[in-house]
């Protein structure tokens, strides 16, 4: 590479740190236009996308205000069974931005939500702090509340925290923690929703062409959770059986190795016809093996296998989280189910009320998990409970796959002197463990359960501690 070529590519790296970090404007998204993200080098072209999307945001705000302009900022008012809904106006907004009408009101009530009612939400956006799609699971997920007429000081902090929290967390995240801020708020309101909800509980079969049929259940969260853990029981369960089928077929045959052609030719029948099972099995994608299991299991399935399967030591089972006046029925916090987020307090109690208990030690402030109460279990598994009950989930950013079936590893590896201990070792599921071991990421692990992790690249992401009052 000649000098000028250096000059060239270090030019080119300030200018994106500049853009990175610039007001978004008409004129940083000139400039960021005029760059070609393949004559960057590989860590540039990273922060080239992160200013592109913090553009994006002052773009999506801008829009929001002009589908506010054209629909009007309160929705008109229909007759009959349309009362309610915009007429005339998102048909102007549906042709414009060449959407179907239903979807068109939806982005239309999504811009009056952010206009009306969210101008800290809209300002963030403007200046590129939260994306386009945070944004609008701010919106969705307070709308409710807003309409129900809850207090401007609660829309306020809630929004507040929001913005702050979407940060470090992905859209998806971010609409669990709204969602959860509103129930602390409006108990009440929260738990005539989620009844009203159950009523619509069902399950529907559609005859599809090809011999395929579609089953769709709709159900509450507990029953939901239970449902999706029957099937990774089963699949994990699958898992270990074949392997122990793997393992022994190849014991047998490197036993009959020297026994004779007569043995040497059953042999090879017997392999041919494994390695044909072993294609088929190959070819399961994760869905398909969910639809099998599914096929195969049903609600009492995942009782009689706890004993069988259990990642961890401990039997895969549906888990909710319940402050303890709120299960005296002193207080009416919402409960936390792993692997969905707030339930109303009632139905966390319920729940509870035929459950195996376990004792959580949290910091008042924080509510970040500091103790596992369980001094009869030995060390090993005390610290394993303990890990589970602190991460939850994956540790990798945006990652949502349960701890309780995933991997507990050592961020700092044994072998380099890493300890075996709550500060040194998380949970990550098994692609991600992988991609640490053998891709090139690392990982730095903190006392509280956060940590630092840095791509190939040298960029560097952070997974704050997780609450034990909030959702993952």
Request: proline share 5%.
């Amino acid at each position: 590479m000649t000098t000028a070529r250096l000059i060239d590519v270090e030019v080119l790296s300030a200018a994106i740190a500049d853009l990175l970090f610039a007001t978004p404007s008409a004129n940083t998204l000139a400039k960021l236009s005029a760059i070609d993200p393949f004559s960057l080098p590989a860590p540039d072209r990273i922060d080239y996308l992160s200013a592109l999307e913090r553009q994006d945001g002052w773009l999506f705000a801008l829009k929001q205000r002009a589908i506010t302009a054209v629909a009007g900022v309160q929705a008109s008012e229909g007759e009959g069974a349309i009362f309610g809904v915009d007429e005339a106006e998102r048909e102007d907004v549906s042709t414009a931005l060449r959407l179907a009408p239903a979807t068109a009101q939806m982005r239309i009530d999504i811009a009056r939500t952010l206009v009306n009612n969210l101008p800290n939400t809209c300002s963030a956006l403007a200046i590129g702090e939260i994306s386009s799609a945070h944004a609008t699971v701010i919106a969705r997920e307070t709308a409710s509340a807003i309409r129900d007429g809850m207090a401007e000081s609660a829309i306020f902090e809630i929004e507040e925290r929001a913005i702050a929290f979407a940060e470090f967390h992905t859209p998806g995240q971010v609409a669990n923690h709204v969602r959860n801020a509103v129930a602390k708020y409006a108990p009440e309101e929260f738990e005539d929703i989620t009844l009203r909800a159950q009523s619509m509980r069902r399950v529907s079969c559609f005859n599809d062409p090809d011999g395929m049929s579609t089953v769709i259940a709709i159900l509450p969260a507990a029953d939901a959770q239970m449902v999706m853990n029957s099937i990774e029981a089963f699949i994990l369960r699958e898992n270990q059986r074949i392997e122990k089928e793997e393992t022994e077929t190849a014991g047998h045959a490197f036993g009959s190795s020297a026994s004779g052609s007569s043995a040497s030719g059953s042999s090879a029948s017997g392999s041919s016809a494994s390695k044909g099972d072993e294609t088929e099995e190959r070819k399961r994608t994760k869905d398909m093996r969910r639809a099998d299991a599914l096929s195969s299991i049903c609600a009492a399935y995942l009782a009689d296998i706890t004993k069988v399967v259990a990642p961890h030591r401990r039997p895969v089972t549906v888990n909710v989280t319940i402050d303890l006046p709120t299960l005296l029925g002193l207080a009416e916090n919402p409960g936390q189910l792993a692997g969905y987020g707030p339930i109303p307090a009632s139905i966390a109690r319920e729940l509870a009320s035929d459950s195996q208990w376990k004792r959580f030690i949290t910091e008042p402030q924080t509510g970040n998990l500091l103790d596992f109460g369980r001094e009869s279990y030995e060390p090993p598994q005390h610290l394993k409970d303990f890990l589970i009950a602190r991460d939850r989930t994956c540790r990798f950013p945006g990652c949502r796959r349960s701890a309780l079936l995933s991997d507990l590893d050592h961020a700092q590896s044994w072998e380099t002197g890493g300890l075996t201990s709550a500060e040194n070792i998380g949970a990550l599921c098994r692609r991600h463990h992988r991609m640490k071991t053998h891709d090139g990421w690392t990982v730095e692990s903190f006392p509280d359960g956060s940590c630092t992790w840095r791509s190939p690249l040298g960029k560097e992401f952070f997974t704050p501690a997780r609450s034990m009052n909030e959702p993952v």
